[in-house]
DNA sequence: TCGAAAATGTTGAATGTTCAAGAATTGGGA
DNA sequence: TCCCAATTCTTGAACATTCAACATTTTCGA
């Protein structure tokens, strides 16, 4: 017999809310090691994708970094002030913008990724090799069964 | 022999960034489903927890439903507006102030409650009960974990 | 070929969040 | 007891995000 499904269940009971609960611990942490640099999260993904050199253009660039377009172009905006990044349009579909990454970038991206890679080290540490790998898969199915 | 962290990882092998999406989707559903009634999730949670008809002080909701202090104090004054609860002083400390659930907040609470296990019932079913066990587990660890 | 619809990116106004400072109250040591 | 530091919550200004509307370019069917 299938039992109903209980909605008094207590908030951290609900995957989403343990999601949430997550990810802002683990964003925060992250956060703080960039902050050595000045950068918030959001650019330092940017910089991560760009750093194959290629052009990516924004409506690929905002899916990838999980923003939405207007708040990518006005990130953007800044990181070109910085001179991390730059704009040429798109020669194929002048609608188009196609987004590099700067020699200051990549030097930037660089630092950041190790600051990353040491938490993500931190992390493995505490909370160990298998559970972390465990994680990452059920969280990997969960997107594709979601979307 | 331990390999050194290699910085050079995508984006999509980070597990900050699959917790990211992972919540962003899952958060993404649960809105669309809460939005029939017109409310953003961080409401949700603050009825929930509200539920008991306890008193609750802004500092522990704002810890409890992941928001920021003057956050939680803006969404409460809507919220105070909207009929859905009220404040009232504490009497033992009147630093503090003691939020509670009206009968209307209790009332959309279940409405909410219901729109929510529909949802979680939905991730059951692509997902599957014992993945979803699973994740929660190890979620739940990794929060201890980290904080 | 032409024109309407779709795709792509940006902008400006409305809205929401965050940071720093402030007001009120409590607690604890001199 | 008295005063200063800590706690709790709110406020206002700075900042960021979102929504809707727009401009440009491409696509595709009539």
Redesign the interface.
């Known amino acids: 017999m299938a039992k109903p499904?209980?909605?008094?269940?207590?908030?951290t009971?609900?995957?989403?809310?343990?999601?949430?609960?997550?990810?802002?611990?683990?964003?925060r942490?992250?956060e703080s090691r960039l902050s050595t640099e000045g950068v918030p999260?959001e650019q330092w993904?940017i910089l991560?994708?760009l750093?194959d050199g290629e052009g990516h253009s924004m409506g690929d660039l905002a899916e990838?970094?999980?923003l939405n377009h207007p708040t990518l172009t006005k990130m953007i905006d800044r990181m070109v002030s910085d001179s991390l990044v730059y704009r040429r349009q798109d020669a194929h579909d002048r609608r188009k913008v196609l987004m590099f990454i700067s020699d200051r970038g990549k030097a930037l991206c660089?630092r950041l990724?190790?600051l990353?890679?040491?938490?993500?080290?931190h992390?493995l540490e505490?909370?160990g090799d298998k559970?972390?790998g465990?994680?990452?898969r059920?969280?990997?199915?969960?997107?594709d069964?979601?979307?």
Do not use: D, F, G
Not at 116 to 121: D, F, G, T
Not at 138 to 143: K, P, R
């Open positions: 499904p209980n909605p008094n269940t207590p908030l009971e609900h995957l989403a809310y343990l999601l949430a609960q997550a990810n802002r611990e683990i964003n942490q992250l999260v993904r991560k994708v750093s990838a970094v999980l660089k990724n190790s990353a890679a040491s938490q993500e080290a992390i505490n909370y559970a972390t465990e994680l990452k059920l969280l990997e199915n969960l997107i069964a979601a979307s």
